[in-house]
């Protein structure tokens, strides 16, 4: 198979019939080595969650990649993302994440949250020039086996919750 450019590349929202192939790139090329969370029951579940978004980039009738975020009040989660061996350096990561970002600051988020395993320098750095920011190491994060980075970014400051004034006049 030739490489595939982002410009070949169609972005949609994954459907239930995706959720096979997912949960096989997720076994294959993220969780490689760690067993097998993210079966096929757990993608279905996934897509049909109304506080996640699971996106896939396709070149035809070919699933290339995908991109499964939650959403809360707040923030966002980056639970999963995978790109095929010949889809990986042609910017189709970067389309599915900007994509994600701008989602998010639609929708009010403070903040994108992920993990990704501590060895991973391509994905360290891919983070980094998407402007995310090292907050902490977690050694046995992945089944005790290995240590996690996990990563911020900001897209804007935090809503402040004022807290009840609880000053009252000194008793007599």
């Not at 061996?85 to 042609?90: E, F, S, T, V, W």
């Amino acid at each position: 198979m030739s490489s595939v450019s982002s410009q070949d590349i169609t972005l949609q929202l994954a459907g239930r019939a995706d959720a096979q192939t997912i949960a096989t790139m997720s076994r294959d090329l993220v969780e490689s080595g760690l067993g097998w969370e993210y079966r096929a029951e757990r993608i279905r579940a996934m897509i049909a969650d109304r506080d996640m978004v699971t996106l896939v980039a396709r070149d035809g009738d070919r699933l290339m990649g995908f991109a499964s975020m939650s959403f809360g009040d707040e923030h966002a989660h980056l639970v999963l993302m995978a790109v095929r061996p010949a889809g990986q350096r042609r910017g189709i990561a970067r389309r599915m994440t900007d994509w994600l970002l701008e989602t998010a600051a639609t929708a009010g988020v403070a903040s994108i949250h992920l993990e990704l395993r501590a060895q991973n320098k391509d994905a360290y750095a891919f983070y980094r020039a998407l402007g995310f920011t090292e907050t902490l190491r977690l050694p046995g994060y992945y089944r005790g086996l290995e240590t996690a980075v996990r990563m911020i970014r900001v897209l804007r400051a935090p809503r402040v919750v004022p807290q009840p004034l609880l000053w009252r006049p000194p008793s007599r």
